[in-house]
């Protein structure tokens, strides 16, 4: 399978995402509000898709174009007839339906035949030689697995030495999860058509979009216009969250954040947790953990406080702590039951992760001043479902994890969800394969952390850490590829990215 290529520089996409099921009316809005006909946004997104596709193959003199039953077919036609119109070799294969083709498609079909095209059955040879393909097959509405001829031309395409172009999305993938039933195109560049959609930036879609571009086809104005459901954040947008310190702070403005974990042999956790709070920014870190880690923890960051967990201990922190963040390492025997219990009673800020959350899907309760931070294993036992229902939707669980649970929830993986209990949702499109390694999940909480005691909201504190966690991971990546990447790696490029005025342009 063809991966995701890390981009020396980000990606300059929208921050509105729109689930698939909200797409067909929003482009006919947007198309009946500028006077446009859906056959004029089809030679649009025609005319974008052949114009990214001569810009990144510039070179490429045979086009193979693979065109299904639909409108994303129907892109498929034009793009077609401007690529043979530009003098290059053109092959198309389309599939036949049991339907007539919708009027836009069948009108671009009638004009590639009309200016001399061919139509090739699916079943056609391919040529000998091909430089490019370009994957009109299926679009955002497909939820299931693509049956017989698509799922064979899917499978000729993937095994095919030469690049694909994927037409608003690849066929095969859900556009609204971002997960395949079965086989789906293996894009290496993918355009989306007026907006994004949900199932191009989590769930499986990055096996699957390689590189994102997004065209709105001319519908700019009407779109800045409408509330999109979901919104996208990546580095750029650190900025609006970290504004620089003023010149004469000093570490009490900058939040007093509680760690608490650590059980026996488990020092690891909590020190990657309490290091990473310190490199983004907090003032003042007391960490209160099993008294064999103390020495190994402060050995290798003096700067932290760190102490043993008692019930007097725990109790006097609580008061002197803003921000409160517990369960990297914790553990969940009666010691960590009772912290978590003591800890619970608070109303300040606070961040639930690991064994917290373990904990939490034994007890559960409900409240407005917590973030959690479930991986998928972690979110299948706080919702009673398995894994793999959760990765079938992943915004549909984050949704129902803050439903039960409120406050805010980070649900990790590639392409990170942050759902609040006020209804916004968010994706982090930022991180890489390299984060599957122990320890990350770790940072991630002492970043978030960090984040609140700076007085940043729950959202925002949510936001901002799964950014800047995930670009310092990209910047790892840049310099020393994804495979041997560890979490506390992250530590020596978090910098840049807690500090967004110094990168600036």
């Known amino acids: 399978m063809r991966n995701q290529a890390i981009e020396a520089n980000p990606r300059s996409l929208p921050h509105s995402v729109w689930p698939a099921q909200a797409i067909g009316q929003l482009e006919r809005d947007a198309a009946d509000s500028l006077g446009l006909t859906l056959y004029e946004l089809m030679q649009r997104a025609g005319q974008a898709s052949y114009e990214l596709a001569r810009e990144q193959w510039p070179l490429a003199q045979h086009w193979l174009i693979l065109c299904g039953h639909g409108n994303n077919g129907g892109d498929g036609y034009v793009v077609a007839r401007l690529a043979q119109a530009a003098g290059l070799e053109v092959t198309l294969l389309a599939c036949a339906g049991r339907k007539p083709l919708p009027q836009e498609a069948q009108a671009a079909q009638q004009a590639w035949l009309d200016a001399g095209g061919v139509i090739h059955a699916p079943d056609a040879a391919w040529p000998e030689s091909v430089d490019v393909i370009v994957d009109g097959l299926l679009g955002t ?41 079965g086989v789906a195109i293996v894009a290496h560049h993918t355009l989306s058509m007026i907006v994004l959609k949900t199932g191009q930036l989590t769930g499986k879609a990055r096996d699957y979009v390689g590189q994102l571009h997004c065209d709105a086809l001319g519908l700019d104005a009407y779109l800045a216009g409408e509330a999109a459901p979901v ?63 103390i020495g190994p923890i402060l050995t290798a960051r003096p700067e932290l406080m760190v102490d043993t967990l008692r019930e007097e201990t725990l109790e006097q922190a609580l008061q002197w702590a803003d921000v409160i963040a517990i369960g990297p390492g914790l553990g969940q025997r009666d010691w960590a039951q009772k912290a978590l219990k003591k800890v619970a009673a608070s109303e300040k800020p606070m961040l639930w992760d690991a064994d917290a959350l373990n904990l939490l899907a034994i007890k559960q309760d409900y409240r407005q001043n917590r973030i959690i931070t479930p991986h998928p294993g972690e979110a299948a036992r706080l919702l009673g479902v398995k894994t793999s229902d959760i990765e079938s939707d992943r915004l549909h669980a984050a949704q129902e994890l803050v439903k039960r649970y409120g406050g805010v929830v980070v649900l990790k993986g590639a392409g990170t969800i942050i759902a609040s209990a006020a209804g916004e949702i968010a994706i982090a499109d930022v991180g890489n394969a390299g984060m599957a390694s122990g320890g990350m999940g770790d940072v991630l909480s002492g970043i978030i952390a960090a984040m609140l005691g700076q007085k940043l909201t729950l ?34 490029l978090l910098w840049q990215f807690v500090n967004p005025e110094m990168i600036q342009q």
């Open 141 to 181: 509405g497909i939820n299931r697995a693509p049956a017989a001829p698509y799922d064979d031309l899917i499978k000729k395409a993937n095994a095919h030495p030469a690049p694909i172009l994927a037409l608003d999305i690849p066929s095969g993938l859900d556009a609204a999860t971002g997960t395949a039933s």
């Open 231 to 293: 919104a996208r954040y990546d580095a750029q947008d650190l900025a609006r969250w970290l504004t620089p310190r003023r010149a004469t702070s000093h570490k009490g403005d900058h939040g007093r954040l509680l760690i608490v974990g650590g059980d026996k042999g488990t020092a690891g956790a909590i020190r990657m947790t309490a290091e990473a709070a310190l490199r983004s920014g907090a003032g003042l870190v007391r960490v209160l953990t099993h008294e064999d880690n």
């Open 459 to 492: 959202l925002e504190a949510a936001c901002a850490g799964c950014v800047a966690h995930g670009a310092a991971a990209d910047a790892v990546a840049r310099q020393r590829g994804t495979r041997g990447m560890l979490a506390t790696d992250l530590f020596e």
